[in-house]
């Protein structure tokens, strides 16, 4: 990556690389009308696919629209800088170039922005800054003044509307990045979040702003209940937009809470978010444009922009392209499965752990026996399709670099570690176990009661170790809860990220400073280079057990979704607003884990079980 960006803008304003359809020079078919364009959670796939618009693609559209007559303004809801090698590779600068070049009016942060360091993030968001992009958030706050680090709030006029946009990001950053990557931080979190929300539009309406949007990283997960963009839809008022990422969830045409429009393209540039508002009627209307679709329609591509992703590109597949082993199986890493159930991914991941943790202290004489090894499903990004792997398959699979580390524990410490990240299973979790050298047993139908909140943490102790998670084995023995077990973990985990703040509380340490990646390849090395037969399945080291309870919303919900009617096995059931393969599966059979089948039978419908779309038809077999 060059010092290119000056001059490539520069270039840019000169000449914008595009064409546009034919018609007389004085046609304006959107005049008069405000578009934002919208993006989030990219994680670094800019370059243009079958499956990814691309950033290109993201600056065609607004040069299109612009063409068109209307005003465009450009927004992203976070995780934009971390994700694929592409902008791990240079720690996510390149990223905040790509935005910078497209002409994005204003970004909020999301919690894998933290994932490089805290100086990072400050360098990435300069390159925004610098190039005029607003960075907003308003619930992040400077622990030393007690005030937002990065601008609250920025006011955009056009002719005829005044817009407002104020930030937020998830306080589950957290521990959703590391711990001394956020120490310098604090995030406002539910009612303070909500308080601050109210206070940022009520300052916008008194700027005389017309339209007010909520540009948020907050997501619509079950475990982020509490903080969600929904629940804070029902709990501000005078928002009238919510640009909303963290959860990757795709909602086509907009969810109404209220009198508040939630709006999410899902993740990975497969689709980008349009909402046409009318300046004169204060109205809008949401949709999604799909890779797909808007190869076959518009089709413009800023080839400045264009030119800027392929250059960082090639000089990334020449430092990743070498090929050191193959798979002969798939490997399982889909987010919604990775992480709520065991998975061979996952087994071969922790297995590599405790290989290359064991190894390390033989080497260098530490007299420790590693018992087991735990890894954090939200730290598997991809699955692996049988074939090559090369460097660039491990990074795109383990994008953070962590570092691979010892951390000996009690028995009650290491129950309570499985407890707390299993707490909302069969609900997707990133902090969910993945084990080596364990084997426990995991029932859904107890209801986690949450005991005392972690320090710093959006997570709870489990009030009762035990009541969920029954641990049958470790290391081939019965489980003692009174003995000490070595656990190898990433340093994530061991800095206490996600769930796992037991891990800070260790009576031993160790960081043997070997990268994740590295740890795959000297495990898989140890296998020949070939990950076979051994890995084709799961290895049976979790077993989840029960029904979830159906769980009763505490205060009214501020929208009713519809009640699927059940259908006749063999049926089609078209996809509603709202609706993942888990609610799916739960409505129509009865259990949420049946999912997995649902998706096996329309895989030629469905590409990836965490992209569903309104309107999608699907074969429900029984």
Known sequence: ????????????????????????????????????VHTNDMHGYYETTETSIGIAGVAGLKNYYEAQGADVLLLDAGDFSQGSTLVSYYKGKNAAEYMAAAGYDAVSMGNHEFDY??????DNMKVLTDAGVKVIDANVINKETGKSYFDANAVFEFDGIKVGVFGLDTSETLTKASPSNVKAVNFLDKEEMFKEAQAQVDELKSAGCDYIIALTHLGVDEESVGRRSTDLAAAVKGIDLIVDGHSHTVIDGGEKVGDTVIVSTGSYLANVGTVVIDKEAKTEEAKLISAADYAAGTAQYDETVKALVAEDVAEVAEAYSKVFAKTEVHLEGTKQIVRSQETNLGDFTADAYLYTAQKYADEHELGVNVDCAISNGGGIRVSVEPGDISMDTLVTIFPFGNNVCLVTITGEQLLEVLEASTFCTPETIGGFPQVAGIEYKLDVSVPYENGEQYPDSTYYAPAKPGSRVTIKSVNGKAFDPKAEYTVAVNNFQAEGGDTYYQLTKNSYFCDTEILDCDALIEYVNSLGGVIGEQYKEPQGRIEIVGTAPEVKPEEEKPTVEPTPEVLPDGSIYTVIDGDTLWKIAKSQLGDGKLWTGIYEDNKAEIKNPDLIYAGQALVVNK
């Open 1 to 36: 990556m060059k010092k290119k960006l000056i001059s490539l803008i520069t270039a840019a304003v000169m000449a914008l690389g595009i064409s546009v359809p034919a018609m007389a020079a004085d046609a304006k078919p959107m005049e008069g009308k405000l578009v934002v």
């Open 117 to 122: 360091s805290f100086d990072a993030l400050l």
